[in-house]
């Protein structure tokens, strides 16, 4: 592959043209692209390639240059086109949105800072660059894009879930702490779900930890009146459906003996106070 040579060879010589595309709609420059020759994009360019002829789903070289996180050939695509960089695909990709998708930070930074990238084109599906780089587990991009631009913490996509939505979803403890450290706010999905549920639903544990510990109800239900340890139980994460048994057990109680007291109930659950009472059930396992 990227073998400038013989590329230079089959157009000049062997009869193809800079037109030739495979069954997806790829062209020379986007397969370049996508595998980052950058000797073999600059020379496509230099020869008057079109940098905005589309694959069959709509993308064009930069989207594949930023999804694989080559900035040479990005920078090389976004000099000779520069409305590529708001470019969306059939499924509203965009190439910022496909570099958080992939954890490419340095190619968000450039997209943004030195191309003025619009961080809050969405996709179709109503999924922000946010979300993607949530979902993903790419923790040094959702702390920049909440940092660096003014993208919105509390944007839902079009079932409502929000970024904590897809970090709690996707296990990624320490991106649903630092969301909450900066400012993020337990918001319901169209369903009535919370990060907990979702978080409960797919058995991560950590991660309802971490929402507990930052104060979310254990006793939310959704529009189904499931609560998150419903959830987890249905699902067979027993670890998760015991551990939030012990916190509303426990927020209970301490309810229970802050009313007695003609006090407001203060409840703050630990996880080492919720393993510690259920240690025997546990280690039966």
Same mark, same amino acid.
């Given at each position: 592959?990227?073998?400038?040579?013989?590329?230079?060879?089959?157009?000049?010589?062997?009869?193809?043209?800079?037109?030739?595309?495979?069954?997806?709609?790829?062209?020379?420059?986007?397969?370049?692209?996508?595998?980052?020759?950058?000797?073999?994009?600059?020379?496509?360019?230099?020869?008057?390639?079109?940098?905005?002829?589309?694959?069959?789903?709509?993308?064009?070289?930069?989207?594949?240059?930023?999804?694989?996180?080559?900035?040479?050939?990005?920078?090389?695509?976004?000099?000779?086109?520069?409305?590529? @960089?708001?470019?969306?695909?059939?499924?509203?990709?965009?190439?910022?949105?496909?570099?958080?998708?992939?954890?490419?930070?340095?190619?968000?930074?450039?997209?943004?800072?030195?191309?003025?990238?619009?961080? #809050?084109?969405?996709?179709?599906?109503?999924?922000? @660059?946010? #979300?993607?780089?949530?979902?993903?587990?790419?923790?040094?991009?959702?702390?920049?894009?909440?940092?660096?631009?003014?993208?919105?913490?509390?944007?839902?996509?079009?079932?409502?879930?929000?970024?904590? #939505?897809?970090?709690?979803?996707?296990? #990624?403890?320490?991106?649903?702490?630092?969301?909450?450290?900066?400012?993020?706010?337990?918001?319901?999905?169209?369903?009535?779900?919370?990060?907990?549920?979702?978080?409960?639903?797919?058995?991560?544990?950590?991660?309802?930890?971490?929402?507990?510990?930052?104060?979310?109800?254990?006793?939310?239900?959704?529009?189904?009146?499931?609560?998150?340890?419903?959830?987890?139980?249905?699902?067979?994460?027993?670890?998760?459906?015991?551990?939030?048994?012990?916190?509303?057990?426990?927020?209970?109680?301490?309810?229970?003996?802050?009313?007695?007291?003609?006090?407001?109930?203060? @409840?703050?659950?630990?996880?080492?106070?919720?393993?510690?009472?259920?240690?025997?059930?546990?280690?039966?396992?």
């Amino acid at each position: 592959m990227g073998n400038l040579a013989e590329l230079q060879w089959l157009i000049r010589d062997g009869g193809y043209n800079l037109q030739e595309r495979d069954a997806s709609g790829a062209s020379p420059l986007h397969v370049a692209a996508r595998f980052g020759h950058a000797e073999v994009v600059q020379w496509l360019l230099q020869a008057g390639y079109d940098t905005a002829m589309e694959t069959c789903e709509g993308a064009v070289p930069a989207h594949y240059a930023a999804a694989r996180g080559d900035l040479t050939c990005l920078k090389l695509l976004v000099a000779a086109d520069h409305s590529c @960089v708001n470019k969306q695909t059939q499924s509203g990709c965009s190439p910022l949105y496909l570099a958080c998708q992939e954890g490419h930070l340095h190619i968000a930074q450039f997209l943004v800072k030195d191309c003025v990238a619009n961080v #809050h084109l969405s996709a179709h599906d109503g999924m922000s @660059v946010l #979300h993607a780089a949530a979902w993903g587990g790419h923790y040094p991009l959702v702390v920049w894009l909440v940092a660096f631009t003014d993208i919105n913490l509390a944007a839902q996509d079009e079932e409502g879930a929000t970024a904590l #939505h897809f970090a709690a979803r996707g296990g #990624h403890a320490a991106i649903v702490d630092r969301l909450l450290l900066m400012g993020a706010v337990i918001m319901r999905d169209h369903w009535g779900g919370t990060p907990l549920h979702d978080a409960a639903e797919n058995g991560q544990l950590e991660c309802c930890w971490n929402l507990v510990s930052h104060g979310i109800d254990p006793g939310l239900r959704d529009e189904d009146g499931y609560t998150a340890m419903d959830l987890a139980e249905y699902n067979g994460h027993r670890q998760c459906a015991q551990y939030l048994q012990e916190v509303e057990k426990l927020s209970g109680q301490q309810r229970d003996s802050s009313n007695q007291e003609g006090q407001k109930a203060n @409840v703050t659950v630990t996880k080492s106070q919720c393993m510690d009472s259920s240690a025997n059930e546990f280690s039966a396992t």
